[in-house]
């Protein structure tokens, strides 16, 4: 039942997985430089990249600022409000040399593209005064809560500073950057944390998860189905974090979704079938004997079928696993445009890859952990009502994945 109550909370028409992100949280993307491209002088440039229409809303303008459509509207936009958009911006986004505050002057505004929205990307010079050598201190509180707009905001930050570089995750708890600091630990933690955050407030790849552990039998199932999915969005998240692979965003997410619905469909005809949902007998399996429910969950725990058993292939069983890791290697570009990061390789860059992707490992395990388990005794003890209840998830969840590829194709 608790399956079901995610599932009425996810598919109501109103929470698509773009608008959810949206209304619920925002990121901030921001690189910071020194001002002579990382050597040891005060002055500090930072490009930041703020969602369009949430900055105008911020900034409390009018609708027709913050509806604007169209790059070139929303620069005439930009260029028109500049005042309000630069006094909200500096109110909340900091950088101090040694102490003192730098003093900001905004260069440019532009508009990108991030994904498939609108960002205000806006050139600021601080001008810091102070001995060289000295330690700067760079703070974000951009889109707070207590605006109401969004909420857990998260300042994304690649930095090269008083000759030192790295990433860091600034957030209402710790909002502040400082050079100097023996920052790899931490570093670490933070992409780690913003991984497992990623996985667990991502609906889609939480949905597509639970299809994949709707549709395992048994423990070897999950396994190998869970590492072909891990090593393939693995591999395209560090090859699109990195920028060695680009894939526009308009074809990643309706991809995305289109492969939650097609694993929920496989799912709901399996069920309808009825496979592995006959009375006493552990999913996969045909009885052999007994069939009480402590045999029956010892059988789906099993690494391989128990002697007199025979397991039941199907097309399904023998294309699983290429799928899975089809749909793995397009998650992993998903993952990867959580992070913002397109950047050259080096070694900073690449601690805070590899800990955002053990971020999101963790997470991963850890549903699972916790759902396969409750699937298998809901099927041992009670087959009947595990064959509507998840008859019924699944085929919410493929109402919400197809209903998700209409809308990211619109």
């Known amino acids: ?17 773009a608008a959810w992100a949206h209304d619920a949280t925002s ?8 001002a002579a491209g990382g050597g040891p002088t005060a002055d500090v440039t930072a490009v930041l990249d703020l969602e369009y229409d949430l900055l105008m809303k911020s900034a409390w303008l009018r609708a027709e600022a913050y509806e604007a459509t169209g790059r070139a509207d929303q620069l005439a936009q930009l260029d028109e409000h500049e005042r309000e958009v630069d006094g909200y911006v500096t109110d909340r986004f900091a950088v101090t040399y040694d102490g003192e505050p730098c003093a900001p002057a905004l260069d440019a505004a532009d508009v990108v593209e991030r994904g498939e929205r609108a960002y205000a990307s806006l050139t600021y010079t601080f001008a810091c005064d102070g001995e060289p050598e000295g330690v700067h201190e760079v703070s974000s509180n951009l889109f707070p809560d207590a605006e109401s707009f969004v909420h857990s905001t998260e ?17 209402a708890a710790s909002p502040t950057l400082t050079t100097g600091e023996n920052r790899l630990l931490k570093q670490v933690g933070e992409f780690f944390v913003l991984g497992g955050e990623h996985l667990l407030f991502g609906l889609d790849h939480v949905l597509f998860l639970l299809a994949l552990l709707i549709g395992a039998r048994r423990l070897r199932d999950v396994v190998w189905t869970a590492t ?16 060695v692979v680009s894939v526009p965003a308009i074809v990643v997410e309706p991809v995305i979704a289109a492969s939650i619905a097609v694993v929920a469909a496989v799912d709901l005809y399996l069920i309808w079938r009825g496979r592995g949902f006959a009375s006493g007998v552990a999913p996969g399996f045909t009885s052999g004997g007994g069939g009480t ?25 023998r294309w699983r696993l290429p799928v899975v890791f089809a749909f793995g290697l397009v998650h992993g570009v998903g993952f990867a445009g959580a992070l913002g990061i397109d950047a050259a390789w080096s070694w900073t860059l690449l601690w805070s890859l590899l800990s955002f992707n053990v971020g999101i490992e963790a997470v991963q395990l850890g549903i699972i952990a916790v759902v396969f388990p409750l699937l298998v005794l809901l099927r041992a003890r009670a087959p009947r009502t595990a064959r509507w209840v998840l008859g019924s998830t699944t085929a919410g969840i493929v109402v919400v994945a197809l209903y998700w590829v209409v809308e990211r194709l619109a």
């Open 228 to 243: 072909a999915f891990t090593v393939a969005h693995s591999v395209t998240f560090l090859l699109a974090a990195l920028g």
């Open 293 to 317: 429910t402590s045999a029956a969950v010892r059988d789906a725990l099993r690494w391989r079928a128990p002697a007199g058993t025979r397991d039941e292939l199907t097309g399904w069983d």
């Open 27 to 34: 990121d901030v993307y921001a690189e910071v430089t020194s």
């Open 155 to 171: 300042t994304i930050i690649r930095y090269e500073l008083d000759e030192e570089e790295g990433s860091a995750v600034l957030t």
């Open 1 to 17: 039942m608790a399956l079901a109550g995610l599932l009425a909370v996810v598919s109501s028409p109103a929470v698509g997985p």
